[in-house]
Every structure is written in C-alpha cells, then in structure tokens.
C-alpha cells in the first residue's frame, strides 16, 4: 500500500496570507489527524477527522481550520499567517482513529516571513 | 492533558553499544507508540505497544501501563540510528488526540 501522502512538501509564505495543505491517507484509512512541529514548542495535536467529521480538536486559535473529503482526503487550512505559523505540519492516517497505530506523512514545511 | 517525558534528552553512543530510552507518561493510555523521526522530518513507527514487551530485530519496547512508563531498547547501535525518537501517548479518558514527548536525540558516532 501507498503510505501517507501531503502535499506541498515546501512553502514559502508571507504574514497575512492564507494557506492550503493537503493530506491522502492509506487506503482504507478513515482517520486523519493534523500535527504542527516547531522546535519551541514540540508536535502539538491540531485535529481529527472521521469519516468526514471532526472529532477532536487541539488548542489552537480558529485561524487553524480543516476538512475531510468522502474519499478520506483532507485539507488543513490556516488563514491570517503569523511569523510563529512556520513549523512542520504533519498529517497521521489510521484505520479508526488514535486507539490504533498512527501512520505518518512525511509533512510539509511551512515557513512564514 | 497528559504529560509526557522522555530521558535522556541527548544521547550519545560509540556504534556498537547499547542503550535505554524512557518514556514516562502521568495518566492511564491505551495507545503508546514510539516513533523515529529522520532528519528530513519523517515520523517513522517503531511500535504499538499500550502493554507488554515487543521485539523488532535490534530494537525492542516494554511498557509497563500499571506504572506508567515504557522503555526502548536499541541494542548493537548503528549510525543509522541516529535521529530523534519520541514516545506518543493516547490517554484512556478525555481526548483522542496523542500526546508527544519532547524526545530523545540519539548520536551514534562511527
């Protein structure tokens, strides 16, 4: 199987801007869950999604946004970027959610200038 | 949220040697899972192991959920082992979302 896949790898943004980054999980996983990476604060959960609802959301301000698709697929959006947004977003797929082995993307780089 | 901490937070080992990694965790879970993160950001599994002893060739993994800690062994230590490992933890009340350690930078040098 074809494991967890986020796109872009890289991006590059200025404050205030918004941005997109998307996520496919293994197929036939109905779980995706969102983490932000930064050296000062360490992997944050930001959120899960079900078979298109979220679950389960961290502490992160309402600029922190996301959606699933029918096909499991999912988006996180951030609007309103800051200098502390650039981290290393990471997307975890499951079959069922976060009581299962959690699968890995290899994220994406967000730097905000 | 549950707290969860990993020691040492810096390691370095001569390749060949042994070594224990600690992962202690304040609440019940029922997921625990150690993960290797390369240095180009992957997280990679190494196991699954809410309870019990589990073996993956020079690495092995024993959680003790009663007492609330779980161990990494890595033995016979090679340069590709390098990297930074973290404990994650799912706590068996409240939220579905893992809990990270801060983890533990391993260096194997040649």
């Known amino acids: 199987k074809a494991g967890v896949t986020q796109t872009p790898r890289y991006l590059i943004k200025t404050r205030g801007q918004q941005v997109t980054l998307s996520c496919s999980p293994i197929?036939?996983?109905?779980?995706v869950s969102w983490y932000q990476q930064t050296p000062g604060q360490g992997l944050q959960f930001l959120f899960e999604?079900?078979?298109?609802?979220?679950?389960n959301k961290g502490n992160f301000p309402g600029r922190f946004s996301g959606r699933q698709f029918s096909n499991s697929r999912s988006e996180m959006n951030v609007s309103t970027l800051e200098l502390g947004d650039s981290a290393l977003y990471l997307c975890?797929?499951?079959?069922?959610?976060?009581?299962?082995?959690?699968?890995f993307g290899p994220g994406t780089r967000l730097t905000v200038l | 949220g549950i707290q969860v901490e990993q020691s040492p937070p810096d390691l370095i080992l001569q390749e060949g040697a042994n070594s224990t990694l600690r992962c202690n965790f304040s609440d019940s879970v029922n997921n625990l899972q150690w993960f290797h993160q390369n240095p180009w950001g992957q997280l990679i599994n190494l196991f699954y192991i809410p309870s019990g002893t589990k073996q993956n060739g020079r690495l092995s993994a024993t959680t003790v959920a009663t007492e609330r800690y779980s161990l990494l062994y890595i033995s016979s230590s090679q340069t590709t082992d390098s990297g930074v490992y973290f404990c994650a933890v799912r706590g068996s009340r409240g939220a579905n979302n893992l809990f990270f350690g801060t983890g533990t930078r391993l260096t194997v040098i040649p």
């Open positions: 975890a797929s499951s079959p069922q959610g976060t009581l299962h082995t959690q699968y």
């Open positions: 197929s036939g996983h109905r779980s």
């Open positions: 999604y079900f078979s298109e609802t979220q679950r």
